[in-house]
C-alpha cells in the first residue's frame, strides 16, 4: 500500500497492485500495436489462421459465461457455434453473404437454439445439465449428419459467396486474409465488450450469485432458471455470431462443427486460457490451434501434446494460463488479497 498526499492535505491509500497498472490509453495503444503486428508481418495463410483463432476464441468466449460465471459446463455449446455456421452458409446462398446480414443471420440462430436447449436443460445443474447439453447436441449432429440435401451430410458444405461488406457507396470483399482477420478482429472486441458488459451488469452479478449462493438466491426470489437461461441466450448469441463468419475463412464448414468433440475443444481451451477470464478463451484458443496446426506437420500425436499441456497448466497454473502470467508477472497474491 502506498500513502499519496493531495493538495488539501488528506492522504490517499491506493494499492500497490494500482500505481503499476497502465492507464487506459497506454493499454489501448498497446492492444492496437499488438493487432497491428500481424498485418506487417504474417502472410495470408498466417493472417487466415489468426482470423479463425479469433472466431473460435469468441466461441470459447461465450462458453466463459456458463462456465465460468454461472458454473454451467456444457457439452452442446458446439450446436449455437456450429448452427449458426451452417445457416449462415445456407442463408449466404440465396441471400448474399453481405456480413452484417450473416451476422445477423448467426445470433438469431445461436440465440434460438440456446432458448431452445434451455428449455430442456435449464432446470438441471451439474452433471444432469452436462448430460442434457450432449444429448441434444447429439441430437444436432445427427440431423446435420443425415439431412444431406441441406447441409451436405457428411461431406459438408463448400463454395459459399464471398463474404462482403457494404458501405452504401461501395461493396468490399472481405476474401483476403487481411479483410478476414481485421473483422473477426472486431467480432472479437465487440464480444468481449459484450460480454464484459453482461458480467458487470445486475444480471451478471445474479448469475454469479447462483453459482456462489444457490439457495440464498431462491430464497431472496431470483428465479434461477430464468437467470440461467437468459445467460445461456447471452451465450448463444456471441457463439452465433462467431459461427457467422466460421464458413468464410476456409470456405467451408462440416458436421464436426456441431458434434460434441468441439463443445470438448472450447472447455479444453477455455481451461488453458483460464475460466471466468473472458479473454484467457482467446490465449487457449491460440495455443490449442497452434499446436493443432503445427505440431501436426511433424506427429500424428499432436493430441498428446495438447493433453501434456492441458495435464501441466492444471498442476501448475490451475486457474489458466492468463492467471498464471499474472501472478508471476504482476500482482503478487499477498498484495492481491490487501488490495
Known amino acids: 500500500m502506498s500513502s499519496i ?130 444429448i441434444v447436441g447429439q441430437i444436432v449432429w445427427e440431423v446435420v449428419f443425415h439431412w444431406r440435401e441441406v447441409t451436405g451430410g457428411a461431406d459438408g458444405l463448400r463454395g459459399f459467396p464471398v463474404l462482403t461488406l457494404h458501405t452504401g457507396f461501395a461493396t468490399i470483399p472481405l476474401n483476403t486474409g487481411v479483410a478476414l482477420y481485421l473483422a473477426s478482429l472486431v467480432l472479437a472486441l465487440a464480444a468481449w465488450l459484450a460480454a464484459r458488459s453482461f458480467v458487470n451488469a445486475p444480471i451478471g452479478r445474479a448469475l454469479l450469485g447462483t453459482r456462489e449462493r444457490q439457495l440464498r438466491m431462491s430464497a431472496l426470489g431470483y428465479s434461477i432458471p430464468r437467470i440461467r437461461l437468459m445467460a445461456l441466450v447471452a451465450s448463444g448469441g456471441i457463439a452465433g455470431a462467431a459461427g457467422a463468419l466460421y464458413p468464410f475463412v476456409n470456405q467451408y464448414v462440416g458436421p464436426n462443427a456441431v458434434h460434441w468433440t468441439m463443445s470438448a475443444m472450447m472447455i479444453i481451451m477455455l481451461v488453458i486460457g483460464g475460466v471466468g477470464s473472458l479473454y484467457g478463451a482467446f490465449i487457449g484458443s491460440a495455443i490449442y490451434l497452434g499446436i493443432q496446426t503445427y505440431v501436426s506437420s511433424y506427429t500424428d500425436r499432436w493430441q498428446l501434446v495438447v493433453g501434456l499441456v492441458f495435464v501441466l497448466t492444471v498442476m501448475i497454473m490451475p486457474k489458466g494460463v492468463v492467471a498464471g502470467l499474472k501472478a508471476a508477472f504482476g500482482r503478487r497474491p499477498s498484495e492481491e488479497g490487501r488490495s
Do not use: C, K, N, W
Open 5 to 134: 498526499a493531495d493538495g488539501t492535505g488528506r492522504v490517499e491509500t491506493r494499492p500497490a497492485s494500482e500505481r503499476r497498472s497502465l492507464p487506459l490509453a497506454a493499454r489501448s495503444a498497446l492492444l492496437v500495436l499488438a493487432a497491428a503486428v500481424p498485418l506487417l508481418f504474417a502472410g495470408d495463410y498466417q493472417l487466415r489462421f489468426l482470423a479463425e483463432i479469433l472466431i473460435i476464441g469468441t466461441a470459447v468466449l461465450s462458453l466463459d459465461l456458463l462456465v465460468g460465471f454461472g458454473g454451467l459446463v456444457s457439452l452442446g455449446h458446439a450446436v449455437f457455434f456450429g448452427g449458426a455456421a451452417y445457416v449462415a452458409a445456407v442463408a449466404s446462398q440465396a441471400l448474399g453473404a453481405d456480413i452484417v446480414v450473416m451476422l445477423v443471420v448467426g445470433i438469431a440462430t445461436g440465440m434460438a437454439s440456446a432458448l431452445l436447449m434451455g428449455v430442456v436443460v435449464m432446470r438441471t445443474i451439474a452433471l444432469f445439465f452436462l448430460i442434457l447439453s450432449l
